[in-house]
Every structure is written in C-alpha cells, then in structure tokens.
C-alpha cells in the first residue's frame, strides 16, 4: 500500500507541464504560419497595416541565412517536447530554462531592430515574444525550491549566445540595395495610395509583375482572385468584374496587364528617385 502511493506521487509529479505545453503549442503555430508565409512569399495577416509583410521582407528575417522564423519552429518545437513529455519538474526546468533564456534575448533584439530599424510592427511578432516572456515566467513561477548553479550559469549563456547570434547575423547579412529600397518603397506607396493589383497564384503575369518587385512583392497591395488559394478573395474580385490577370485599379482606372515600376511610380506620384539616379 505504501508503495503504490508513492508510485502514484512519483507519477503525478512526472505529468506534462500543461502551461509550457499550451504556450508553446501556441508559438509554434504562429512560427510555422510566417515561416510558410516566407517561403510562399504571400502576404501575412497582420493587424497593424503591412507591419508584418515589411518585417517579413526585410533583411532582417534571417540571421546567417536562416530565417527568423524557422528558428522560431525549433524553439517552440524543443519547448513543447519538453513540456509533453513526462519527466521530473527538476529535470524539465533545468533543460527548459536555457531554451526560454535563448528565446527571450532573440526577442528582445528582434522587437528593438524592428521599431529602431525598420520603424514597422509585426502583430504577430509582438505575440510571439510575449509568449516567450510568458513561458519564461511560467518556468521561474513554478522552479524548484533548489536550482544548481549550473542552469542559471547555462541560461545565462543560451542568453547570451541568442543575441550575439542575431546580431552577428544582422552584420553579416549585405544591406538591402538601391533596387530593393526602391522596389520596396513603391510598394509601400502603391498600399498607402489605395492602388489595387487583382491576380492569380497560377498566372505567369501575375508572377512576371511579381519579379519586377522582388522581396517586395510582398508589400504589394495584392488581392488573390482564385478560391484554391489560402488567401484567396473570389468574392472581392467578382464583385469588381476582374476579367484580366493582373489588373490594377490605380484612383478609379484600371490598367490590364503588367506594369514596370517606373509607369506605376508616374502614375501614383511617387517621388522616390530611380535607383539609378541615387
């Protein structure tokens, strides 16, 4: 009998850590969706404006190559193996706390490039650091009454090693060039300026006009007009007897057809000198 309580006890203190478990689930669902939307170079839901999409298309979503938001799905994936498997609260805190270290300083440096840097807000982003500040509180909330130096001196580390990491990555990475800058604050305007481009993911113009922006591409005002897709708006386009891909609505004209980056910037008044002027 007094065996079988203490199995019992061992075992519940050997159960899925449910907060850690819900938060990283959580974080990593957001880092699959950017990381997907990186690689499919589609517009990201955002809240505030095309906040997410400048961010996405910056420079500074990758680090040494790797995309921001590929590492992201690590992290969130280690944490959440963590917090599912049964293990003592000792063991667990002592392998998690540098991993929630790591995240917390690769937030902080992420969330300061993008207001100092890029002067935009990615929604999405700002979640995600707060779910990692939350794990992070989570596991100091609930540590062992005795915790070995060796974790703190390792999370110190994993801190450490996660901000030098970002940054040595942001040095290293070339800055964005002339036509970037250029492409890049056209489309912004082109957004700023109401400008429509109504297309379809499988339309060899529609990629065509695409590559004229490059990275860009994805601060364009861009409606999809195929169901199949994820970000597809049908109704949008009926309702606005699309006939042709792509086609541009530009102050109550529409235009057929791809456009170069200098008609687009004529026609919207975008000031900007050409990169070739600069």
């Known amino acids: 009998m007094v065996r079988a309580k203490s199995r019992a006890r061992v075992q519940g203190r050997r159960e899925p850590h449910l907060w850690l478990l819900t938060l990283s ?3 990593l669902l957001i880092s699959v969706y950017l990381t997907w939307a990186r690689a499919a170079k ?24 790797i995309p921001v938001a590929l ?11 963590l917090a ?20 917390v300083g690769s937030s902080a440096v992420f969330t ?42 390792a999370s110190a580390a994993a801190l450490l090693a996660a901000v030098l990491f970002l940054t040595g990555g942001y040095a290293a990475s070339r800055p964005i060039s002339a036509e970037q800058a250029y492409a890049a604050g056209l489309a912004r305007h082109l ?19 695409k590559a004229l922006f490059g990275p860009a591409a994805a601060l364009l005002p861009y409606i999809e007009c195929d169901a199949r897709s994820p970000i597809g708006q049908p109704g949008v386009c009926v309702a606005a007897q699309i006939r042709a891909f792509p086609t541009w609505e530009i ?7 791809v456009l170069s980056l200098e008609q687009l910037a004529e026609m919207t008044g975008y000031q900007s000198p050409p990169p070739e002027q600069r």
């Not at 404006?49 to 680090?63: L, P």
């Not at 590492?71 to 193996?81: C, M, P, T």
């Not at 003592?88 to 995240?103: D, I, K, S, T, V």
């Open 251 to 257: 102050k109550g004209q529409r235009y057929e057809g």
């Open 71 to 81: 590492l992201g799905v690590v992290f969130y994936g280690a944490l959440l193996v």
């Open 191 to 209: 957004t700023a300026e109401g400008v429509k481009m109504y297309g379809a993911y499988w339309c060899p113009a529609c990629n065509n006009q």
């Open 112 to 153: 300061v490039i993008q207001q100092v840097s890029l002067r935009a807000t990615c929604f999405l982003c700002l979640v995600s650091a707060a779910l990692t500040l939350a794990i992070a509180v989570v596991l100091l909330a609930g540590r062992p009454h005795r915790v070995r130096w060796t974790v703190w001196g």
């Open 25 to 27: 689930a959580a974080g």
């Open 84 to 103: 599912g498997r049964p293990m003592e609260p000792e063991r667990r805190f002592a392998l998690a706390l540098p991993f929630a270290a790591a995240g």
């Open 42 to 65: 589609v517009s990201v839901y955002c809240l505030v404006g095309s906040g997410c999409d400048i961010v996405q298309s910056s420079r500074y979503a990758a680090a040494f190559g």
